[in-house]
């Protein structure tokens, strides 16, 4: 991030003014005036000072919608040098954190927040939160296979929980069916989908406890609206 733009958002003044002070030889960047405009600085790492006084950007908490594309891990740090979806969320200041996992190859609705207590309880179980599903399967799945997937089937050592499936669309050779869960295992959908004949060719997360991408096209994030995260919160007992 640009230091101006740091000092901005940290609310030391406005980016002009912020911009003022640079130039006046008042910031520091590891202890060591800075001059220089442009200058890009790492929030991890970097130690900012205006006046020798340590500026941190507060820890307001942010809750960030993101359209994650196909491509991306979910990490923050990936050891194959893959991108990851912090590649896409290099304007916010504050360090957020994903709300549970999505493949690398899954797109749609990924939540990212630095507020602990609603991304714990939003990813746990108790709280039966709401995840819907496109998957794009190979084949045409019979009403049997629907059901099924609807009813819990046994995929490794462990049987899904009830949930809504819908057959949405028929293609040439492919079908569109809409999955809704209130759990969140590691591959789940396209175990789910496999185990009853019908491989994943693509998947994307529609909706998360309700939450949609629709105004979003892949790699775009916005802040969640105010009513949003109300309802989240409310969701899991935390209002
Ligand atoms: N189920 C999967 O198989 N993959 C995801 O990314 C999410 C749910």
Known sequence: MRLNRFLAQAGVDSRRKCDLLIQQGRVSVNGVPVTQLGMKIDLDRDQ??????????????????????????????????????????????????????????TEGVLLLTNDGDLAFRLSHPRYQVSKTYLALV??????????????????????????????????????????????????QVKKMCQTVGHRVKRLWRIAFAGIRVADLSPGQWRPLRESEVKNLKKLVKLL
């Open 48 to 105: 900012i000072a205006v006046d020798g006084q340590p500026v941190r950007v507060g820890e307001r908490l942010t809750y960030i919608l993101l359209n994650k594309p196909a491509g991306y891990i979910v990490t923050a740090q990936d050891t194959h040098h893959r991108k990851t979806v912090f590649d896409l969320l290099s304007r916010i200041p504050q360090r957020v954190f994903p709300v549970g996992r999505l493949d690398f190859d």
């Open 138 to 187: 190979e084949g045409r799945p019979a009403q049997e296979a629907l059901e099924r997937l609807s009813q819990g089937v046994r995929v490794d050592n462990w049987v899904s929980s009830p949930a809504q499936v819908r057959l949405v669309k028929v293609t040439a050779g492919n079908a569109l069916v809409e999955i809704k869960l209130h759990e969140g295992r590691k591959r």
